[in-house]
C-alpha cells in the first residue's frame, strides 16, 4: 500500500465535554494536540450499533437496515444484538479498502461478526443462544483472529462485570506489530459502561477517560514501532449520554388495552402491537394481522399517550416521517420519541412509569438512544498525513465520518449518503 495506514480508534460515550480533560493525558494529550477536528451529529436512535455501522457506510439506519442495537425478538428478555456483518445492507468503507488489496483488521468493531477480512474480532455477546463463546467466537472471528482471541482471552475481566477493554488494546497493539493492518477499526467501551452505571457527569468519567488513555499508550506504543509517522489517526465516538429519570414501560398500557397478552408472569403470550425499546427512545410493531378495531385502540392509546404529561413522549413518529427527518426506518410502524432523559422501556412486568425517585427505579443512571440534537456530541479528532493540523469543519452528521475516511485511503464509496469534511484533509 503507498498511502498511509489508517487507525480509527472509537472511544465509546466520549462526548465534545471530555476534550479538555483527555487532552492532559499524555495518550489522548498526543493525539490531540492539534488535530482535524469536527463536531458530530449522530444518527437517531443514538445508539452504538447504528452509529458504528453509519461510521463504516456513510449511510443512515434506512439504508444499513442497523436500525437498533438487538433485534426485534418480542417478548425475548435478552434479544440476539446486531453482531453479525451480513446484516448490514450496504457496501462498506472497509469492503472497499479490501477490494484494492488493503489489509483490513477490526477489533471489537460493532456489526463485523464474520466479516470477511484478514483479521477480525469482533463484539460479541448472547454466546448462550449460539453454542457457547469457543463455538461463537470460532464462527465470529477470521482465522488469525480466533488465533488472537485465544493468546489474549486470559485479558478479559469477567467479574464484577465483563470488561473488554485490557483485551481489545492488547490485540490490537499485537495486531499492528505483527500484521500490520492497512487499515484498523477498534472500538474501546470503558467510558461508555462507567457513564451507564454512575451517570453522565461525574468523577467516574474522569477515572475512565484515565483508564481509556492506558488502553491508547499501550496501542500508540505499538504504533510507534511500525512507524506513527506513517499513519492517519483518528479518534470517533458514536454517541453521548443523559441522565436517566424516568421508565416509560408502554408495554404495560399495551397489556390493559387487550394489544398484547402475557401469563401474568412476564412472559409474553401474544401481541398485535409490542415497543422494542432503544434506549431513551422505541420503536413500535404493528402485527400485519391487526384487526381494524384493535387499530384504532392502538391509535387512540398513543394519541392518550401524547396528551398526558405523565408519560414524556413527546412526539410519535411514522415510519416514513422518522425516514424523512433522520434517515431511520426499520420494520417497525411508529418510532416514540421521549422527552430527554426517559427510556422507552420494553418491560412486561413493571408499572407504566417509574420515576429514578421511585424505590424501584433500578437500572442504569444514565443512557442514549434519544434524539440526536439532545445533550453532549460526539466527536472526531484526526491526526496524520492525510489530515490538515488545527483544521475545524464544525458540524457535521455522522454519515460525513466514512466518506471523510475514505478519502484519506484514497477509496472510492459511492453507496455513502454523506459527503466528505472536505475542510479537514490535506
Known sequence: MNSPRLLVISVDAMEDVDEAYARTLPAFGRILADPARAQIQAVFPTLTYPNHTAQIT?????????????????????PDWFWWYKLIQVPTLLDRAAALGMKIATVQWPVTAGAPFDVVVPEI??????????????????????????????????????????????????????????????HLVELDAARHKHGPRGPHVEEALRTVDGRLATILAALDEIGADETNIVIVSDHGQLDVVQHTN??????????????????????????????????????????????????????????????????????????????????????????????????LDRRAVVR????????????????????????FFATGPAFVPGADAGRHKMIDEAPTLARALGVELPAARGVAMEDLLE
Open 250 to 347: 408502554l408495554n404495560t398500557l399495551l397489556a390493559q388495552r387487550g394489544l398484547l397478552a402475557t401469563d401474568g408472569h412476564g412472559h409474553l403470550l401474544n401481541w398485535d402491537a409490542y415497543v422494542h425499546s432503544s434506549g431513551l427512545s422505541g420503536q413500535l410493531f404493528v402485527s400485519p394481522d391487526i384487526t381494524a378495531e384493535k387499530r384504532r385502540r392502538l391509535e387512540d392509546l398513543l394519541d392518550e399517550v401524547l396528551a398526558d404529561p405523565t408519560y414524556r413522549i413527546r412526539k410519535v413518529w411514522t415510519a416514513r416521517d422518522a425516514r424523512d427527518a433522520f434517515g431511520l426506518d426499520g420494520p417497525f410502524d411508529y418510532v416514540l420519541e421521549s422527552d430527554p432523559g426517559v427510556i422507552v422501556g420494553g418491560a
Open 356 to 379: 429514578n425517585t421511585d424505590p424501584d427505579f433500578g437500572g442504569n443512571l444514565g443512557n442514549h438512544g434519544h434524539h440526536p440534537g439532545a445533550g453532549g456530541q460526539p466527536v
Open 125 to 186: 455477546g448472547n454466546e448462550d443462544r449460539t453454542g457457547g463463546v469457543e463455538a461463537t467466537m470460532r464462527a465470529a472471528c477470521s482465522e488469525r483472529g480466533y488465533e488472537l482471541f485465544e493468546a489474549h482471552r486470559d485479558k478479559i475481566i469477567e467479574k464484577p462485570k465483563r470488561n473488554h477493554g485490557p483485551f481489545a488494546a492488547a490485540v490490537a497493539a499485537e495486531v499492528l506489530r505483527a500484521d500490520r493492518p492497512d487499515v484498523m477499526f477498534l
Open 58 to 78: 456513510g449511510c443512515p439506519p434506512a439504508v444499513t437496515g442497523i436500525f437498533n442495537n438487538v433485534q426485534m425478538q418480542a417478548g425475548v428478555d435478552h
